[in-house]
């Protein structure tokens, strides 16, 4: 009788055991399902935003085409003129802060209307981070959820003497990356805004972190072509705004070309090595869960010998 009791017990804590493997078993593969959830959704969002901007590019540079060169000129014109008119202001009495809640939900001016093309008045392509995403008028939340804004008060992102263009995005969207990589981007790094009289580039001079107050850097400089790029810093904190300006330098269309290729060469390694490294976080735990199965079967091969074994000596 306490041979059979003894074997109930030892049939109990088998099962028991058994149990609280698959439990552990599958509190494992959740965790690792949900980390891989969390893990890949930005990658995949991001992937599909990119599709998406390529797409509403393309649509900006193939209706541009379709302009004739008479109304293009008319409209630079027109932009060149209005920074003309900018260049006899000392700006930096008039800049607001983008991210403010007055500036946030400021509407679409009138101001850049002769360079819009369906609502965007061009795209900025930074090659190193890598980033091709349109630009529109303002910068309030509805813009900056979609793209880039450029900053109102600043000179229109077309180039010129006496000009300094402000375009502002958002870091950390979990839908887009936009400038969450401007931090990035070194002195002598090179960025391009295309609008609808063609492409301009601007190679980095200057990068500072400033109180959301201090504009000073924002202004026009006599005898200068400067864009500065402009998003909130330290990451997911947003107390200072990170600036990057760049100085308008000769355009050589091969040039570009040849940074975006090196670029979508380097991020298609990385790319590369990250997939890599998860597919081998995989067959890890595959491997883990195989073996842990592979002992727990084993385990209960050897209590059913046990179980048998003992029955037989009861019997004996």
Partial sequence: MKKNRKTTENS?????????????????????????????????????YERAARRVNQDFDTAVTKI????????????????????????????????????????????????????QIGHIVIPKIPLNAPIYVGTSEKVLQKGIGHMEGTSLPVGGNYTHTVLTGHRGLPTA????????????????????????????DQIKVVEPTELNDLSI??????CTLLTCTPYMINSHRLLVRGHRIDYVEAVMEKEITDSKTNNMYRNLFWGTLATLIALL???????????KRLRA????????????????
């Fill in 12 to 48: 109990k804590k088998s099962t028991s055991n058994s149990k609280h493997n698959i439990w552990k078993t599958l509190i494992i593969v959740m965790v690792f399902i949900v980390g891989l959830g969390i893990f890949s959704y930005p990658i995949i969002t991001n992937i599909i």
């Fill in 68 to 119: 004739e060169d008479s109304v293009v000129k008319d409209k630079m014109d027109r932009a060149h003129a209005y920074n003309d008119y900018l260049s006899g202001i000392k700006n930096s009495e008039t800049l607001k802060d983008p991210y403010t809640k007055e500036q946030m939900h400021a509407g679409v001016e009138e101001y850049a209307k002769m360079l819009e093309v369906n609502e």
């Fill in 177 to 204: 990356k936009l400038f969450t990589d401007l931090d990035k981007l070194e002195v002598g790094d090179k960025f391009y805004i295309k609008n609808i009289g063609g492409t301009i580039a601007y190679e980095i």
């Fill in 221 to 226: 400089v006599p005898g200068h072509d400067y």
């Fill in 285 to 295: 735990l595959y491997i883990l869960l195989k073996h842990l199965k592979t002992r």
């Fill in 301 to 316: 091969q050897a209590n059913i010998e046990v179980v048998f074994s003992e029955k037989e000596k009861g019997i004996d």
